[in-house]
Nanobody
Framework: VQLQASGGGLVQPGRSLRLSCRIS????????IAWFRQAPGREREGVSC???????????DYAESVKGRFVISRDSAADIAYLQMNTVTPEDAGIYYC?????????????????????WGRGTLVTVSS
């Protein structure tokens, strides 16, 4: 399983940015996917996650700091996961990583804990500045 995150860059406070994570080597429908971020001097934190969709339905979860602003989604046909970041603030800056884990059929959980994910991609840097 390989993951490649992209879409990072410089964004002004209050604006939007969309991150992409291309995932290969697995059937994305059966994977939980999460986004994590790490700012300088801070620990890595879970930002958002989405469960597998084997039941036809996916659960999502968000860190309190991004609820109502960020949206996670998945395009299984294209093997891509997205993180839509809206109304960004300087606190959203950091390196963003995507991660995934294969789930059992019927699983609808996702987690913001890094220990739950087996496969990780290299990060993409998000800088927030005016």
């Amino acid at each position: 399983v390989q993951l490649q995150a992209s879409g990072g860059g410089l964004v002004q406070p209050g604006r939007s940015l969309r991150l992409s994570c291309r995932i290969s080597g697995t059937i994305l429908t059966y994977n939980a996917i999460a986004w994590f971020r790490q700012a300088p001097g801070r620990e890595r934190e879970g930002v958002s996650c989405i469960s597998g969709a084997s039941t036809g339905f996916s659960n999502t979860d968000y860190a309190e700091s991004v609820k109502g602003r960020f949206v996670i989604s998945r395009d299984s046909a294209a093997d891509i996961a997205y993180l839509q970041m809206n109304t960004v603030t300087p606190e959203d800056a950091g390196i963003y990583y995507c991660a995934t884990v294969v789930q059992d059929i019927g699983d609808t959980w996702c987690s913001l804990s890094a220990r739950e994910y087996h496969h990780w991609g290299r990060g993409t840097l998000v800088t927030v500045s005016s």
